[in-house]
């Protein structure tokens, strides 16, 4: 069979992987957007492979760099089913309908090239089937796959296939994204067992949490010295699926405890409360303080001081209100939605911190915040940044170097003949393969964007 990758390749963004098998069947895992490869404006809008020669599209999770293309290649002609988790495909109805309303919004202002609209998202939804996690499903007579607890965000899956091509049978892992072992809310990675090839993330392939206490402490610390000591204002941007809950949920627990006074929490993400809303629909999916959290209570992210902004009247709300407070909206690099607007008004507010709460790719407004930039230009403007800007990797939803050692070290068996590594910087690919055991180390491989490999 051959493996090829279509995205995410020495990069983080636009995940997709294609298998061709030898009997011509044709396997995409994931169909992400890119927002990386800036050397070419079509990258998104076309495919390098012919979309109606796919048979089957397995998605490990909803996040839009990896799933945002997908009403694309329906356009295109995909036919196939669509397989993935019960609340990833919740989450996808929400998410790409924000993603068109995103690339309208963006297409007026002629800055992005229009992929795809409401029809096809219709179309795309028709086509999805979902599986729960450990149940074998048989594509055909010689392919099968399982779903495997990936631990990145609800409903996340790493894909284990079972290929059987002549006498042989092959085992071809994707981990998807996977998870940051005790993060809030959502359960650990399971490692896929007798793999032959292993196509991995490496997005913190050269960092290490450094963060050691606990999510509460973080936000005890932040809170009191933002919005008690001094009466500013906490800002933490984040994504709608997964840090924002996270947040919430921590944040709920305090305020339940007693821990901090019930300072006003603005949640500003109208897909952030749809998320919310998923999330306590399959609250089963999450891990065991969560399913305590919710056998007492059903909505695990509300408390009384907890203000969703969900219209004008809100957002005026919002802006009036000139006390204390805090802040969540999205999105978490800072790249569009609504947390521009707070970044925008309050950038140059000396009583502000913006709390960074995960990774920023290079050239992100948040990666330009993180390297120090005494300005910014923001919605057309240059402003000063007198705000404070700090970053917390508590609520990150990746493993670190040490994690992924250790997910490595599971998923390495006799027959293991290589580890691919994807969804990461080049640089950080080469420091992680340092520092694999020899063994490990001699398996690695680092595809380029369309390279062919024999598997
Ligand atoms: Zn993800």
């Known amino acids: 069979m051959k493996y090829t990758c279509w995205g995410a390749a020495k990069q983080v963004t636009g995940s997709m992987h294609l298998?061709?098998?030898?009997?011509?069947?044709?396997?995409?895992?994931?169909?992400?957007?890119?927002?990386?490869?800036?050397?070419?404006?079509?990258?998104?809008?076309?495919?390098?492979f012919e979309a109606k020669d796919v048979d089957v599209l397995?998605?490990?999770h909803a996040h839009i760099d990896h799933s945002g293309n997908i009403p694309n290649l329906v356009k295109q002609g995909f036919k196939g089913e669509i397989i993935c988790t019960e609340p990833t495909a919740y989450l996808l109805e929400k998410l790409w309908v924000d993603s068109v309303n995103i690339q309208n919004n963006s297409s007026k202002r002629k800055k992005a090239v229009k992929l795809y609209g409401f029809h096809e998202v219709k179309k795309a939804n028709e086509q999805i089937l979902t599986l729960g996690?450990?149940?074998?499903?048989?594509l055909n007579n010689d392919v099968s796959f399982s779903f495997y607890e990936a631990g990145h965000i609800i409903g996340a899956a790493s894909v284990r296939l079972e290929i059987k091509?002549?006498?042989?049978?092959?085992?071809?892992?994707?981990?998807?994204?996977?998870?940051?072992?005790?993060?809030?809310l959502i359960v650990e990675a399971k490692p896929m067992p007798d793999l032959y090839v292993l196509i991995t993330e490496t997005t913190y392939g050269n960092r290490k949490h450094r963060e050691q206490r606990s999510a509460e402490e973080v936000l005890i610390e932040h809170v009191t010295k933002t919005c008690i000591d001094q009466e500013g204002r906490l800002i933490i941007p984040a994504f709608s699926v997964g840090r924002t809950q996270s947040v919430l949920f921590t944040l709920k627990k305090l305020f339940n405890e007693g821990k901090l006074p019930p300072i006003r929490v603005f949640a500003d993400s109208p897909l952030a409360?749809?998320?919310?809303?998923?999330?306590?629909?399959?609250?089963?999916?999450?891990?065991?303080?969560?399913?305590?959290a919710s056998k007492n209570d059903r909505n695990l992210f509300d408390f009384k001081s907890l203000?969703?902004?969900?219209?004008?009247?809100?957002?005026?709300?919002?802006?009036?209100?000139?006390?204390?407070?805090?802040?969540?909206?999205?999105?978490?690099?800072?790249?569009?939605g609504r947390i521009q607007h707070h970044i925008s008004d309050h950038v140059q507010n000396p009583l502000c911190t913006i709390l960074i709460a995960g990774f920023c790719s290079p050239g992100t407004l948040g990666a330009q915040l993180l390297e120090g930039r005494s300005s910014i230009r923001i919605k057309g403007n240059d402003k000063y940044v007198f705000a404070k800007i700090l970053q917390t990797d508590v609520f990150s939803a990746h493993p670190d170097v040490d994690a992924l050692n250790t997910y490595f070290e599971s998923s390495n068996n006799a027959n293991l003949k290589?580890?691919?590594?994807?969804?990461?910087?080049?640089?950080?690919?080469?420091?992680?393969?340092d520092t694999l055991s020899p063994d490990l180390g001699s398996k690695v491989v680092v595809p380029g964007r369309g390279d062919v490999w024999e598997l």
């Open 273 to 292: 409360l749809a998320s919310s809303n998923i999330h306590n629909k399959f609250a089963h999916y999450l891990n065991d303080e969560a399913i305590a």
């Open 58 to 60: 397995i998605l490990t």
């Open 165 to 184: 091509e002549g006498n042989t049978t092959k085992v071809i892992g994707f981990t998807g994204d996977l998870g940051n072992p005790g993060a809030k």
């Open 418 to 433: 290589n580890i691919f590594f994807v969804h990461g910087e080049e640089a950080a690919m080469f420091d992680l393969r």
């Open 19 to 48: 298998l061709e098998l030898e009997s011509g069947y044709t396997i995409l895992v994931d169909c992400g957007i890119d927002y990386e490869d800036k050397s070419n404006k079509e990258i998104n809008a076309n495919f390098s």
């Open 133 to 138: 996690f450990y149940k074998d499903f048989k």
């Open 307 to 336: 203000h969703l902004v969900e219209d004008e009247s809100d957002l005026e709300d919002m802006e009036m209100h000139r006390d204390s407070c805090i802040i969540v909206s999205s999105a978490g690099m800072l790249e569009g």
